[in-house]
């Protein structure tokens, strides 16, 4: 019930929105989850386990721009998350730092941002499409 509830609720913003909207967001999509970046997670040791919509009890332990599109963060030592982002944020791939927009403890996919600070212009909110866990992969 929850699936058909979101899925009806995209629908109608895709509505909202035009169709030409909707084509550069199925174009976005895909790009996304084309071949490079499964392949750059493997490169890096990983593979995406099935979207979450939420991370609880994080802290940005350590983190990794894996293109325009994408970020991994390591919420401690062992746990690391691929987030994928709804436009590119081109300032991703040259940031010395990073922040994320969230409520308390809780990073949630289509609500929070990646925030890329750019001084003195203030910075980049990027916001979050979708969260993979990340399981190593094994040797």
Not at 25 to 44: F, G, H, N, V, Y
Not at 67 to 76: K, L, P, T
Request: with cysteine; proline share 6%; glycine share 6%.
């Amino acid at each position: 019930m929850k699936t058909f509830t979101i899925i009806a609720l995209m629908l109608s913003l895709g509505l909202l929105t035009g169709c030409a909207s909707m084509e550069k967001t199925s174009a976005q999509r895909e790009k996304i989850e084309s071949e490079p970046l499964p392949q750059a997670i493997a490169d890096l040791g990983y593979q995406a386990g099935d979207p979450v919509e939420q991370v609880t009890d994080w802290n940005l332990y350590n983190w990794q721009a894996v293109d325009e599109n994408a970020v991994i963060i390591w919420v401690d030592a062992f746990h690391p998350y691929l987030f994928t982002l709804r436009e590119r944020c081109p300032m991703l791939n040259f940031a010395q730092t990073i922040g994320v927009s969230n409520t308390g403890s809780i990073i949630t996919a289509k609500f929070d941002a990646i925030v890329v600070p750019n001084p003195p212009a203030g910075g980049e909110s990027c916001y979050i499409d979708t969260i993979y866990p990340l399981k190593k992969i094994a040797e």
